[in-house]
């Protein structure tokens, strides 16, 4: 029996994607769970992350933007959770991922042009889900939220047109821009950012389900 791969899926940039899989993993750390990042993406901006300081550190992670990163995430699941960060559907790898993971979520942010973008993914991995007997859980996150209305209207339309939104949603905080910087997580310090690390460790147990 091996452990969930969980990846993280978007056709347009600044949507947090590697926020959300890092902070997540950072979170399952925390939780004890056994976890493992891998960063497919060539921008690496994960892999930065980790390397800008102790906290992101503590969590094993690979860099591998190949093809044969499949082999790595079969060896990985064997006993850990595998997160994996991705270039975007438009990557050749990222489609190998999205094939392999258990779990994918897509992160959108509060606009139209987001929620498009993000309605253009999940309709991409229905296709690649249609030749695999286990599917792949596919749930949106909405991130970068703010209290303003336009929030809600756009999970309403995202849940209309058939996609799963999860119920937490990822502020539009400045400690999440601080601690890619300081290669750290809400997770880590979560008394002095209880509202951002909340809102991981809402995400964490809704993943987890």
Known sequence: MSYPVITVLANKGGCG???????????????????????????????????????????E??????????????????????LVDTAGF?????????NRADKIIVPCK?????????LDVI????ELNQDKEKK???????????????????RNDLTKAGAK??????GNRTIYAEANLLGT?????QKANQKAANEIAALGTEVLR
């Open 61 to 82: 992670t690979h860099t591998d933007s190949s093809e044969k990163v499949l082999d790595k995430i079969e060896e990985l699941s064997k006993d850990k959770y595998v």
């Open 136 to 154: 792949s859980d596919v749930s949106v996150v909405m991130t970068q939220a703010t209290r303003a209305t336009i929030v809600s209207h756009i």
């Open 90 to 98: 438009r990557n050749r790898t990222a489609v190998l991922v999205a």
């Open 110 to 118: 509060a606009s139209g042009f987001d929620a498009v973008a993000a």
């Open 17 to 59: 994607k590697t926020t959300v899989i890092g902070c997540l993993a950072a979170e399952f750390h925390i939780r004890e769970l056994p976890v493992a990042l891998i960063d497919t993406d060539p921008s690496q901006n994960l892999t930065n992350w980790v390397q800008s300081g102790e906290d992101m550190a503590k969590i």
């Open 185 to 189: 997580a809400p997770s880590f310090s």
């Open 165 to 170: 939104v999860l119920g937490c949603e990822i």
């Open 123 to 126: 309709k991409n991995i229905e």
